[in-house]
């Protein structure tokens, strides 16, 4: 392999590996963007019924109705499909070429000449159009020739193939099985058969798919089907064999075909041919089919057209509509003038269609007058192999090296650039509802006398009660008693050392001793069991964590259970415990810093294992390590029955010893939890103008704290509506939903 190739193919490799973490980073933005729909889905939901609800005040109900939830949702599921689309672009595994034209333009012999295949495989016919099925052609490095053949489920059948017919033809409710789509078809409405293309359509469905249903129907839901004979598979993917006869029906009932195979250009790298059936003939759902494909499966569009040797032109009837269709895949997502070219497929005096290079050259040079845009138009005989490969594949796969990864930067940012605005629509709808519940309580706000006086009674109710759980806390510590919470793990870890100590019986003893760590040697088997024991107890009693962390919930618990008695902080979220804390030091406001600071510092506090107890407990484990241990084997001949003796009696000594220790040490969180919330008190209480920020925080709380007093008027849906538009906004924040560094 030369150096250009290495250089090509190791770029398209890295390209295609770089393309996985976004993919990944976009399911993430995909989950939680469902997540957000949910929310704005209940909101909605609350939305509608406040406004039929008889209680509710005729200015909150119009309010109610000023919020833009059908836009939301709308724009919602469009950022849906352009993620999943761009998902499935850094999703594939090679960069995709896919072929696009009218039948009859060569789209065929141009596959046939890059892949190497044989008209057996990829079928080309003079009667009109011959593939029937959409394929996708990998290289196959191996050599061997074969493909896959997927088939459609009746359920994918109908809905994906024949349900089309009945919505554009108007024939009524779709088949629900195939036993109803068996049955006569009902006839083409008078409505529609006024229209020639209407009655071709319905001919189609009818002479195509009804009347060969016997020839196909068995192949439905059949599951994936192998075949290794290249002969073989033009069955499954043409309409016709080589002669011309309309003889194959399988093609009907596939859904896609994977074909592998030897590409006679040693410089493609990871990249793949997709090869769509030509455009033109009458079946329905074909341009939406195409859309689908080139939107979510193809990196670069080769437009295929044979200008007529008699003389020919860009037409408006075949080649603007088709590049408007290839437009509509990824629409201004990505400009389709820069991931496409024409291919005009040049044919010499000596075919059967004559020479065409005069109207070659004329129509790349009046393709500027059509709005028909690409990166550039080539000139190549299709038919050869040499200049399909040099002078079409070349130069298409250098391109797509030199600025594929510009192209998913530019189609990523604008997925990116839409998200970003989404959200901005979402916060401009959400911040109408957080206020409109909120109408009408200047009046409140006014009567700061009243706040004053319910802020006295509050704070000298909070103080001397948080006074009192520490003098609790200072008590329990001074007295070292002991935690129930860390005891009970302690037990449990013991328990488990017990009941799976990992002493080995006699007969493993002498496996281990033959074996090849063993070395024949009792003395080294021993050895291997101590070091065994000494991990599986460390192990076991690391699960003591879980105690540490049962202790630390207990105490901000506790915390919690005040500020929500005494303080009436319960009526600002439905959180307790940790994530009552937690919630507290990620919304208070900045400006009350010292109580911010107060709730973080109590938040964060942990305790763990490896901190406090592990340094301590491998103390207790020497016993158990071979050079440290001080229950030998015996030095002359020592035997099975004495490994196991001593393993035994050390594990019991072992266990006995740590519980121990652990146990006259399980004061010591309790003393922990004591200065975590010591120092949260003197925060939230001694620091300096702290009652100052007290006030100011309650203040700006006060209808949710004293509702009753500051707004007996609000109606009680009002808390819930507020409690779902900040779940809204949560689920809304910008890091959810940015899958671009």
Same mark, same amino acid.
């Given at each position: ?622 016993? =158990?390590? @071979? &050079?440290?241990? /001080?229950?030998?084997? #015996? ?9 196991? *003796? +001593? ?57 949710? =704290?004293? @509702? &009753?007093?500051? /707004?007996?008027?609000? #109606? ?9 538009? *900040? +779940? ?14």
């Amino acid at each position: 392999m030369n150096a250009k190739t290495q250089t090509r193919s190791v770029r398209i490799a890295s390209i295609i590996e770089k393309r996985k973490p976004l993919a990944q980073r976009i399911e993430k933005v995909e989950t939680n963007l469902q997540s957000l729909a949910s929310e704005m889905g209940q909101l909605e939901n609350s939305r509608n019924q406040l406004i039929t609800a008889a209680n509710t005040e005729p200015r909150i109900a119009d309010a109610l109705r000023q919020i833009d939830f059908s836009r939301i949702n709308l724009s919602i599921f469009t950022e849906l499909e352009n993620l999943k689309k761009l998902k499935a672009r850094f999703n594939r595994q090679n960069l995709n070429l896919g072929v696009v034209g009218i039948a009859r333009q060569g789209k065929s012999r141009l596959l046939r000449s890059l892949s190497g295949l044989s008209s057996a495989v990829i079928p080309d016919g003079h009667l009109g159009h011959c593939t029937g099925v959409c394929s996708t052609i990998y290289p196959n490095e191996n050599g061997d020739t074969y493909a896959e053949i997927g088939f459609h489920t009746e359920q994918s059948f109908l809905k994906e193939v024949i349900a089309p017919y009945y919505k554009e033809l108007d024939l009524g409710e779709a088949p629900r099985n195939m036993q109803d789509f068996a049955a006569s078809l009902p006839p083409l409405p008078s409505s529609k058969a006024g229209v020639p293309t209407n009655q071709a359509k319905y001919d189609y469905l009818v002479q195509k798919y009804h009347d060969n249903l016997r020839e196909y129907y068995r192949l439905l839901g059949q599951p994936s089907l192998t075949v290794n004979d290249p002969e073989q598979i033009r069955q499954y993917v043409a309409q016709d064999n080589t002669s011309g006869d309309r003889v194959f029906f399988n093609y009907l009932a596939v859904k896609q075909v994977t074909i592998f195979c030897p590409f006679p250009n040693p410089d493609t790298g990871k990249i793949a041919l997709v090869d769509m059936p030509g455009l033109g003939d009458t079946g329905v759902g074909a341009e939406e089919q195409l859309i689908k494909t080139l939107g979510e499966s193809v990196d670069v569009v080769l437009f295929m057209r044979l200008p007529k040797s008699t003389g020919d032109a860009w037409s408006i009837y075949t080649d603007i509509p088709l590049y408007e269709i290839a437009q509509n895949a990824l629409k201004d997502r990505l400009p389709i003038e820069k991931w496409s070219f024409m291919i005009l497929n040049r044919t010499s005096a000596s075919s059967e269609k004559g020479d065409n290079s005069a109207q070659c050259q004329f129509m790349e040079e009046t393709l500027p007058n059509y709005p028909i845009k690409v990166i550039n138009v080539i000139t190549a005989d299709c038919s050869n192999s040499e200049e399909a490969n040099t002078k079409i594949l070349d130069r298409v796969l250098d391109y797509l090296t030199n600025n594929i990864e510009n192209l998913d930067k530019e189609y990523a940012t604008f997925c990116q650039n839409g998200l970003n605005q989404l959200q901005i629509q979402i916060s401009s709808e959400l911040d109408k509802a957080r206020q409109i519940f909120n109408q009408g309580r200047a009046t409140n706000q006014g009567n700061f006398a009243e706040f004053r006086k319910l802020f006295r009674t509050l704070w000298n109710n909070l103080v001397p009660q948080l006074i009192e759980l520490l003098d609790s806390l200072r008590q329990e510590s001074d007295a070292q008693e002991v935690n129930t919470a860390f005891q009970g793990q302690v037990n449990l870890a013991g328990q488990a050392c017990t009941e799976d100590s990992g002493i080995p019986t006699i007969e493993e003893i002498e496996i281990m001793r033959i074996s090849p760590k063993g070395q024949q040697s009792y003395q080294n088997t021993y050895n291997i069991y101590l070091n065994q024991m000494r991990t599986n107890l460390s192990q076991k009693f690391a699960s003591i964590d879980v105690g540490l962390k049962e202790l630390i919930e207990q105490t901000k618990s506790r915390v919690t259970n005040v500020l929500v008695d005494a303080g009436r902080l319960g009526n600002i979220t439905e959180l307790r415990g940790s994530e009552f804390i937690q919630f507290m030091a990620e919304n208070m406001p900045d400006s009350c810093n010292r109580l911010k600071k107060g709730f973080q510092i109590l938040s964060k506090f942990d305790l763990s294992y490896s901190g406090l107890f592990q340094h301590r407990i491998r103390q207790q484990l020497d016993p =158990v390590t @071979p &050079d440290k241990t /001080d229950v030998p084997l #015996p030095s002359d001949s020592p035997t099975a029955e004495d490994v196991l *003796e +001593r393993l035994t009696v050390l594990h019991q000594r072992v266990v006995y010893d740590c519980e121990n220790a652990l146990s006259g040490m399980s004061w010591e969180p309790g003393l922990a939890a004591f200065g975590m919330v010591e120092e949260f008190i003197d925060q939230v209480l001694r620091s300096e103008d702290v009652e100052d920020e007290w006030i100011d925080f309650l203040e700006g709380e006060k209808e949710r =704290v004293w @509702p &009753d007093i500051f /707004d007996p008027k609000r #109606p009680k849906p009002g808390q819930e509506w507020q409690n779902l538009v *900040e +779940r809204a906004t949560m689920a809304n924040q910008g890091n959810l939903i940015q899958f671009l560094n």
